[in-house]
């Protein structure tokens, strides 16, 4: 379900996508403070586990990096740590990750990112037939083909997942 009653403009990450040539939907919720992905799912009436939560964190050097995760799970920090050969993984606090990506927490899209930056997904995500993901502003997400994500943003693949 899209709602289609408010004017959507430009972010970062739609200019960056049809500069790429992707292929995507729109979808427009009304964001809530604390709602995250279980409440966008609900509004749109979409799967929580095809809602992907785009996570900023840091590694034990403070090098930045995104975390592509499934609505309804956790990263284990421990395990990305394992499979990425560093010592540790923390999410970054709201304003640094903000800082780090140029948008908002709620609304961080791992497209038209400000600074490169290296991006994992949890490998399950690719085997879903549609993915739902930030589109750069809170209430706002764009659907498309997680095999897009592979293609065009080069990710690793990880295992990291924790039941939500």
């Not at 038209?112 to 949890?122: C, I, N, S, T, Y």
């Not at 993901?133 to 897009?148: E, K, T, W």
Request: proline share 5%.
């Amino acid at each position: 379900m899209t709602r289609k009653d408010k004017h959507v403009s430009e972010t970062p990450a739609t200019q960056w996508l049809r500069l790429h040539g992707v292929a995507f939907t729109e979808h427009q919720y009304d964001y809530l403070e604390h709602g995250g992905t279980a409440e966008s799912a609900r509004q749109l009436g979409v799967d929580e586990h095809a809602v992907i939560k785009t996570l900023v964190m840091q590694d034990d050097k403070a090098q930045p990096l995104i975390v592509l995760m499934h609505g309804d799970r956790q990263v284990s920090t421990k395990n990305l740590a394992r499979e990425i050969g560093v010592k540790s993984i923390e999410p970054y606090k709201p304003d640094v990750a903000q800082r780090h990506s140029g948008y908002l927490v709620g609304g961080t899209s791992p497209f038209g990112l400000r600074k490169p930056m290296p991006v994992f997904v949890e490998a399950t995500v690719l085997a879903l037939a549609a993915v739902y993901i930030n589109g750069g502003r809170r209430g706002y997400l764009v659907g498309i083909a997680p095999q897009v994500l592979m293609h065009e943003l080069r990710l690793r693949l990880v295992h990291c997942a924790l039941a939500g």
